[in-house]
């Protein structure tokens, strides 16, 4: 079993940062990979970043995020971190990080085995 954790959202303004965090716990953290995903009100929930497990931490990101999010992991931590930078309304959504145990870094939500309850992030204009 793996449980996973979100924090670090809240309310922020165009162009402002903020910094999700995701802890998890369970079985051995730095052999499965981590991704994130968003779903916004009404609307499917979309990849939005992910990183392998830490055999060389590859990562990949969604088009939208790409040059703004950064994914980053701490194994000794347990902890996976999302920076997201120059923000912009189009973010708002609740934010999920999710374990996939076969250590890749899908963009696919059917990959992954376990995910973490949510946190919001609502950006104002």
């Known amino acids: 079993q793996v449980q996973l954790g979100e924090s670090g959202g809240g309310l922020v303004q165009a162009g402002g940062s903020l910094r999700l965090s995701c802890a998890a716990s369970?079985?051995?953290?730095?052999?499965?990979?981590v991704g994130w995903f968003r779903q916004a009100p009404g609307k499917a929930r979309e990849f939005v970043a992910a990183i392998s497990w830490s055999g060389g931490a590859s990562t990949v990101y969604a088009d939208s995020v790409k040059g703004r999010f950064t994914i980053s992991r701490d194994n000794v931590k347990n902890t996976v971190f999302l920076q997201m930078n120059s923000l912009k309304p189009e973010d708002t959504a609740v934010y999920y990080c999710?374990?996939?145990?076969?250590?890749?870094?899908?963009?696919?939500?059917?990959?992954?085995?376990?995910w973490g309850q949510g946190t919001q992030v609502t950006v104002s204009s």
């Open positions: 369970g079985r051995t953290f730095s052999r499965y990979a």
């Open positions: 999710a374990a996939d145990l076969r250590g890749r870094s899908s963009i696919y939500l059917e990959d992954y085995d376990y």
